[in-house]
């Protein structure tokens, strides 16, 4: 799987909770805390450190740079 793996994903939506969602490299809805650098239509390095419970779930992420 891609727990583990790090993925380059462009940011497409941050909520106003501050949690960033794209998609990543291999095309897998990507969710994440946004910080200070994170902007919309902007690539973003993440490491994949888990799965959202429910029917159509994103990867949950950290950024890492």
Known sequence: GLIGMT???LVEKIDRKGFATGYGEHYS???????EKTR???FRDVLVTGLES????????ETIT
């Open 7 to 9: 993925q380059r994903v």
């Open 40 to 42: 919309l239509k902007d």
């Open 29 to 35: 809805p990507v969710r994440f805390k946004a910080d």
């Open 54 to 61: 429910g029917e159509d779930p994103n990867l949950i992420a």
